[in-house]
């Protein structure tokens, strides 16, 4: 049986697939030396935005709308810190040419 939450799983997969080729592209582009532990950094940066969206949207599916969106709040001023600390490594090892 297809439900919402088997649409929103197949639309988060299509979405992640763009969001690898787009980090590639990115990457080279800014011509970062990646190896696997930023790799690494950066997979888990991502699955943690998508655990702290779903779980938002979780509570305000569930009922509880306040709780949902004050998760939410919360939760995008981590991933901004959290986001910015990760760029911060990544640019660390690129040489200015």
Request: proline share 0%; aromatic share 14%; glycine share 8%.
């Amino acid at each position: 049986m297809i439900t919402n939450l088997v649409i929103l799983a197949f639309i988060i997969g299509l979405l992640t697939v763009l969001v690898i080729i787009g980090a590639v592209v990115w990457f080279e582009d800014l011509k970062l030396k990646m190896n696997w532990w930023k790799w690494t950094l950066s997979a888990l940066w991502y699955i943690l935005l998508l655990f702290f969206i779903l779980a938002s949207f979780t509570f305000m599916g569930e009922g509880e709308v306040a709780a949902g969106w004050k998760s939410l709040a919360a939760e995008t001023i981590i991933m901004i810190v959290l986001g910015v600390a990760l760029l911060r490594i990544l640019l660390a090892g690129r040489y200015k040419a």
